[in-house]
């Protein structure tokens, strides 16, 4: 398999296979996402999801804080967001798959706030690679059309077995 510049993919895992497109995957499909999801883990990726159903930008923060082991200082905006995820950096992984689920309906109410939230994302994520550690952020949607602007200098995208629009219409 070679990416779209030409290079030999062959040897790359998932992990590389979506990094050369962004920081930002997204997925439709709940059984794609599982399987997806189940090689991060069996790559020694710290994987943590949120259910984002019913989220606010207040109870965001308290379940990001929560989930991903924030101090108690946490200041529960996005500056805090970034300086915290930043410092989640460990060598014991190879890196953190942070996963956002039924994030359409979240993203309908707090537009602005979910972009944010995406865009720290994909900014800590290059740091980390300077170290060759790799945080991946995951999107999965229920509106298979949900598109974003672009987060950290690339546009989110779908995953490779969702990539065309006729593979995420009318299925689940």
Known sequence: M???M????????????????GPICMYHRSSVLKEDLTWYANAN?????FDTDGWTEQTAHEALAIGLGFPDYYGRNLDAFNDCLGDL???????????????DEFTRNEPSFCWGLLNVIAHVSRHWLLSGQR????????????R????????PFWNGAEWLDASRVGKQ
């Open 2 to 4: 070679t990416n779209d």
């Open 6 to 21: 030409g290079y030999d993919l062959g040897d790359w895992g998932l992990d590389l296979k979506t990094l050369q497109h």
């Open 45 to 49: 990726y710290r994987v943590v999801e």
């Open 89 to 103: 950096y460990s060598a014991d992984t190879h890196g953190l798959v942070v996963v956002f689920q039924h994030f």
């Open 135 to 146: 945080l991946i952020g995951i999107v999965q949607s229920d509106d298979p059309h949900l």
């Open 148 to 155: 974003y602007d672009p987060v950290g200098g690339s546009t």
